[in-house]
């Protein structure tokens, strides 16, 4: 079915006519979202437009009605299946006239709201990709993503230094960008250095400059990134790979923004904002004395982590989804149909690449595949639940701790993290249990 995995927003004051409908939704293999006001859908940050929305038009508060016109004014069109009582025939009659085409009356039959979401969300299949209208292109509306949405809405408007802590793939560059698309200093340069890619010797000119001549083959001045991101903003990639030496002298430019540059004794000064961001566990390198933790203190004023793939599955069939429609457009190709199968496999995959690993795994699948169906390979890896056995520590103590954590297991199909995960149900952090696991010997075996 085309539909597969898109998003359905529900708003209904009603609650159990909300749930029913969002059930309804679900079981059809949609996402569904719900609210019970105008005001409440209009609050969330919606990282990306919804593909339908399903809307009583009795609503306390914004009436359906209202909302509606809300939303026309800030193109592009959002599809409305809306849901009227038995007496609503005048505000049926101003809808239609607004431009409304669905409207069920309640109590609603279901294949008919069915076939009406259907026809809205197939719409939104063939459109154009809509996320540019979106907090920094983000696609996701899995809680843990809004949460970082709202971070970076709540800093980015600030000078703070943002540390970006992450799993390969997770979007840790996407989130920079945004951070400095949403700042002030939008109209200035975003400037990016990737620390592990630029040998450390060559890193400290790279960032402060030099002077002509200042070390041989230094032929002419060069400026460093520092300078050119004046009044804009720096984002120092893997910051976990600088070196220790170059450690003191990063400090002072973003406690001071001062530096000199290479061979040369004129102090320079910048306005820049600092974003860093690293796949490594910064914290533990400052116990280690690998990294510098005054350093680490002043990049991490404003900590954000973005969760993996696998600790947000709501978000894999969007992703999906966003993906096929980007590449298809740009192949050129008419790809109508992801199989509901390969969706289902996929949400279950553990995706140790995250958006990275899909984005290519779709992208491969979008070239493979010449007709309306996605052809899709499920990587042939470890999934991270289903066929997952925990298994018993070596020797068997039959602590109630471990029992505790097993069961927790077992309820959350082995994933740990987020928010229907071991840790969540245990009320644990999910670095706590993952060291209480450690400490107990619990294992995972896959087979
Ligand atoms: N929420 C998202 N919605 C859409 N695309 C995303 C999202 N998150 C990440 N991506 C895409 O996934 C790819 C990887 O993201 P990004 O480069 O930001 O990850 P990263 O955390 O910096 O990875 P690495 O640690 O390997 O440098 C990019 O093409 C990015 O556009
Ligand atoms: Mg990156």
Known sequence: MAGTGALVYVVDDDASAREGVARLIRSAGFVAKTFESGEEFLAIPRPRVPSCLVLDVNLPGLSGLDLQ???????PPVPIVFLTGQGDIPMTVRAV????????????DDEALLGAIRNCVDSWFGDEVRSD??????????????????????????????????????????????IHELSGRRQR????????????????????GHERGAFTGALAQKLGRFELAHQGTLFLDEIGEIPLELQPKLLRALQEQDFERLGGNRTTHVD????????????????????????????????????PLRERREDIPLLIRFFTQRYARKMNRAIEEIPAAALD???????????????????????????????????????????VRWLPPASRDESPERERILDALRLSGGIIGGADGAAARL??????????????????QFH
């Open 69 to 75: 016109e809300k939303l026309a004014q800030s193109p």
């Open 97 to 108: 006239k607004a431009g409304a085409a669905n409207f069920l009356t309640k109590p609603v």
């Open 133 to 178: 209208q979106s907090v920094g292109n983000m696609v996701g509306e899995s809680p843990a993503l809004q949460d970082i949405v709202r971070d970076i809405q709540v800093v980015a408007p600030t000078d703070a230094a943002v540390l970006i802590q992450g799993e390969t793939g997770t979007g840790k560059e996407l989130v920079a960008r945004a």
């Open 189 to 208: 340069p975003f400037i990016m250095v990737n620390c592990a890619a630029i040998p450390g010797t060559l890193l400290e000119s790279e960032l402060f």
């Open 272 to 307: 820049v904002r600092i974003i860093a961001a690293t796949n490594r566990n910064l914290r533990q390198m400052v116990n280690e004395g690998k990294f510098r933790g005054d350093l680490y203190y002043r990049l991490n004023v404003f900590p954000l982590t973005v969760p």
């Open 345 to 387: 496999a996929l949400t279950r995959y553990s995706w140790p690449g995250n958006i990275r690993e899909l984005q290519n795994l779709v992208e491969r699948s979008v070239i493979l595949s010449p007709g309306r169906v996605l052809q899709v390979t499920v990587p042939d890896a470890i999934p991270d639940s289903g066929n």
């Open 427 to 444: 009320g644990l952090r999910r670095t706590t249990l993952q060291s209480r696991m450690k400490k107990l010997g619990i294992t995972r």
